[in-house]
C-alpha cells in the first residue's frame, strides 16, 4: 500500500511548513528578522507504463502511466524584503535603506552578517550588538562623548565637550550576489557560504548598497496575516493526507475481510 | 475458475493502484508548480472472436480484467498566487519554462528562481533557466530587478536578457521526472505565443481537494464491494466442494 507512505510524506512536508510558520510568527517582532518559506517539489515517479510503448505495430500508447511518490521539502527561502522602519531615537539604532549587511566580528574572529541595527556601547567603549559582539570595522566612542551622528555614508561623528565633532569610524555595508544562500546562524546573523557567494564591501550608498539611517530600526519583514493564512493551508493539507491513511487502513481491512 | 474472482481481483488492484494517485496528489496539493495525475480504468477484453464459448458472450459487458491504464497528467493552469518575491515567476498561458540540466533540456512550470554564487538565474536544484541569449546573470550591484510580461530580466534599468518560454506541441508525451520538472520525449519544444509572465507570483498546484476527496471515497467505497463480491464469490466455490464431497 503505497498510498500510505505518500500520504505519510505529505504530513512531513506541512509540519515542516507549520514549524516555519512558528518560527516566523515567534519572531513577528524581532528587528532585522527575515522570513522564510518552504518550497516543496513532488519526488520521484514510478513509471507502471511508458508513454509511446507498442500497443500494436502501428500504434503506441498515447500517454503513460506515472504514479508519483509524494513529495519533499526542497529549501527555505529566506525572503530578504525589507521590514517596516521603526522611528526609535537611539544613537546608535541604524537601518539600512536598500540591500546590505552590518558585518560582525564573533569571538571566533570570524565575520558575520546581520541587518539588525540595534547597537550600544560595549565596556571598552566600542560599539557592539545586542550580543556584545563588535561591529566591524571597529568604531571606538570615547568616553565623555555628548552626542554621536551618524550620516547616512557610514561616517561616525562624535562630539565631546569643548571641541568640534570628530569622525571616529565608518561603518562599511556587505553585498552578496545571492544572499538568499546565506545560511542562518541565529542570534539574526547570517554567514557566507559558497553559496551565497563572498562578500564585497563598500560604504553606504555605494555599489547598490543602500543608506544607512540613524534613529531607525528595521523591524521584521513578518506579515502575520499571510502568516495564518498559510498555517490554515498547511493544517488543512495535512488533515487531508491523513484521509489517504484512514483510506488505506480501510482498504487493509477489506483485504482481511476477503479470506475472513 | 469463475472469472469473476479475476475480474474483481483485478480491480482491487486498479483501485489500490488508484488510491496511490490520489495520496500523491493530496501530498502535493501545496507543491507550487504541480500538476495533477488523473488515472483511468480500462477493460481487458479477451481478444474477441478467437473462439471458445466467450466469443458468444457480447464482449463489452464481459471484460476479463481490469487495469489502470491511461494515466496523465492533468496540464490545467494552477491559481495563481501572489508572493511578493521579485524571483518568483508565474506564467499565465500554456507555456512551460526551460531550464538546462545535465541530462539535456527540461520543462517547469515552477517560477522560482534562485541565484546561484555567480548571479546566474536557477532553479532549486540548480539548473540554469534558459534564455533567448546566453547565461542569464545579474550584475554584481543589480538592484530592482524587474522581469516584463514577455519574460524580460532587467536588472537596475539594463536589459539582462530574456527567460525562455516554450510550448509543448503534445503535452501527453512529458514524462515527469520529479522536482516538478518534465522531460519532452516527443516533438520538439518551439517558441511559446500569448503567454504572459508575472513576476512576484507562484501557480499553485492544480490539485483540487474536493475532487480528490470525492475520488478517495469513490475508491474506499468500490474496494470494500468489490472485496464483499470476492469474499461472496469464494463461500458460494466453498459451498460447492462441500456438497460435492
Known sequence: ?260 | MDGTVYLTGSRLDGLAQNLDIIASNLANANTPGYKRTVGGFQAVLDAVGTGGTRAAWPAAVLPDWMELDTGHTDFQQGPIRRTGRPLDLAIQGDAFFEVETAAGPRYTRKGRLHLNAQGELTDGSGNRFASDSGALRLPEEAEDVAVSLDGTVTAGGEEVGRIRLVEIPDLDALVSEGSCTFRNDGAAAREAVGSRVIQGSVEESNVSPVHEMVALVNVMRAYESNARILHRTDSLTGRLIQTAA
Open chain 1, 1 to 260: 500500500m503505497r498510498a500510505m507512505y505518500t500520504a505519510a510524506t505529505g504530513m512531513d512536508a506541512q509540519t515542516i511548513r507549520i514549524d516555519t510558520v512558528a518560527n516566523n510568527l515567534a519572531n513577528a517582532n524581532t528587528a532585522g528578522f527575515k522570513k522564510s518559506q518552504v518550497d516543496f517539489a513532488d519526488l520521484m515517479y514510478i513509471v507502471m507504463r511508458r508513454p509511446g510503448g507498442s500497443q500494436t505495430e502501428a500504434t503506441q500508447t498515447p500517454t503513460g502511466l506515472e504514479v508519483g511518490t509524494g513529495v519533499s521539502p526542497v529549501s527555505t527561502l529566506r525572503i530578504f524584503t525589507e521590514g517596516a522602519i521603526a522611528n526609535t531615537e537611539g544613537e546608535l539604532d541604524m537601518a539600512i535603506m536598500g540591500d546590505g549587511f552590518f558585518q560582525v566580528e564573533t569571538p571566533t574572529g570570524e565575520t558575520k552578517y546581520t541587518r539588525d541595527g540595534n547597537f550600544r556601547i560595549g565596556p571598552d567603549g566600542i560599539v557592539v550588538t545586542s550580543q556584545g559582539y563588535p561591529l566591524y570595522p571597529r568604531v571606538s566612542i570615547p568616553t565623555d562623548t555628548t552626542s554621536i551622528a551618524v550620516g547616512s555614508d557610514g561616517t561616525v561623528t562624535v562630539t565631546t565637550p569643548g571641541s568640534d565633532p570628530t569622525q571616529v569610524g565608518t561603518i562599511e555595508l556587505a553585498k552578496f550576489t545571492n544572499p538568499a544562500g546565506l545560511s542562518s546562524e541565529g542570534g539574526n546573523l547570517f554567514a557566507e557560504t559558497v553559496a551565497s557567494g563572498p562578500a564585497t564591501t563598500a560604504a553606504p550608498g555605494q555599489q547598490g548598497l543602500g543608506e544607512v539611517k540613524q534613529g531607525y530600526l528595521e523591524m521584521s519583514n513578518v506579515d502575520v496575516v499571510t502568516e495564518l493564512v498559510d498555517l490554515i493551508i498547511a493544517q488543512r493539507t495535512y488533515e487531508l493526507n491523513s484521509k489517504v491513511v484512514k483510506a488505506g487502513d480501510r482498504i487493509l481491512q477489506a483485504i482481511n475481510y476477503i479470506v475472513s
